[in-house]
């Protein structure tokens, strides 16, 4: 429990409706700009992570059987409240998370078009009908609800990933039970609350916040039958490995290391300017975003660190209330000793450190999490800074000989979340992306996130489980296909007993 007495409010959760303190276990949620915490999040106890599958299991039945063009106007009418909201959202995504506003207006946006993608549900879940199977014989596949389903999610999107899950899920007729990051927990409760004022019946999504307690009740729980996970790679083999055992559904997400390969014959400065939103928007903190850049020959290697270094010194470090600013801090003080043992570790193995962000200091901010860009020159593939995730503004330069050695290394690597290509050779960007074991690709675009009627995942240790999360995926993850055979037997077609497996003749 923290007893600072800056602290002011306490993050709950929200359980058929209604906003439930159980304050018995709390932690702090600190502002990463500023070092500070205002605001505690209360950890839900096995008991209260229990009533809130328990209302979700009440709401069940009506919700199901509510019409899909009735549970699609409720995720029309949040996509307004949502915009209406905006503002409010990514300033709370900001104070917790540290990125920069315009950063979570757009991780917002993006949240909200996989809400208005969830307003198609009638169309989605039409099925699929034949008629005259057989003789008089008609048949059909739907697609039911599960039941009550649940989804845990990472602290890097705190809006976005959440609205992956559940407004799908609810769209195709099932309750939800959301466990969001307990580091910037407030966008989704706030985000649950307008689901409610949209019309959203209670119980129909409930939101619990908390830790391991949590997330292990709902994992072990028989009445939750599909876990949707979207987190680091360990936990989300855990999540993957309990949620099978004890019999769910599940799709868990995982991390990433993302490799960018540029070519001899790519529009350098193009690739460049991309290349410094991809690594050190949101300080690195997407699970898309490019830590590794592989350059083909020397010469391109020479030319990419050149320009790099050079819009490196232009950017701007602070806090992310400042839109001016590039860079926000990293979400937590851990997280930020930790990447900076990283870039020390690059140091140590031998790989170059070109740009060095460690001594960043914010004027006003002396306490908060800042860090620089850094960048490496010769990193190899042994080293820790290439293998492992670093998840921060540490962007490191492979040098390969040519794009066969380059394809090599993503493909060894052991995971396969997204990656691209720089190059203006078309025959060189398709072999690329017929052959690269990786589960979304780029060609000139550097994160090649799929848009919400698209469906997102990586390949390898990147992602557990067979369906990727949001976009037609989600349709047949969060429903049961069930194929109905039907035959009016009429006078004209009655025939005797068959003892033979028919086939259509
Ligand atoms: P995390 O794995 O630490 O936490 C994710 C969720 O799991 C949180 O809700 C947390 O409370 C819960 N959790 C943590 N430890 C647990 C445990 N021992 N048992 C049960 N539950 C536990 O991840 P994070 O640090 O919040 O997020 C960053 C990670 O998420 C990065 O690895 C990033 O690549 C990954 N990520 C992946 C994707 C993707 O689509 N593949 C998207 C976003 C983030």
Redesign the pocket.
Known sequence: MNNDKNVTSTVGHLIDGKIVADTARTQPVFNPATGQSTTNVALASKATVEEAIASAEKAFPAWRNTPPLKRARVMSKLKVLLEENADKIAALITAEHGKVLADAHGELQRGIENVEYASYAPELLKGEHSRNVGPNIDSWSEFQALGVTAG??????PAM?PLWMWPMAVACGNTFVL?????DPSSALLIAQLALEAGLPPGVLNVVNG??EA??TLLQDPRVKAVSF????P?AE?IYAEGCKNGKRVQA????KNHAIVMPDADISNAVTALMGAAYGSCGER?MAVPLVVTIGDDTADKVIEALKVEISKMKVGPGTDNSNDMGPLVTKQHFEKVKAYVDAGVAEGAKLVVDGRGVKVAGHEEGYFLGACLFDDVKPGMKIYQE?I?GPVLGVVRAKNLQEAMKLIDDHEYG?GTCIFTRDGEAARYFTDHIQVGMVGVNVPLPVPVAYHS?G?WKR??FGDLH?YGPDAVRFYTKRKTITQRWPSAGVREGTMFSFPSSR
């Open positions: 845990i999610t990472p602290f890097n999107f990933v466990k969001p990051s307990e580091r830790d391991k997330v292990d979207v987190g680091s790679t936990i855990y997400l995982g991390g990433a699970c995730e998840f979340n997102f990586g990147s992602l999360a």
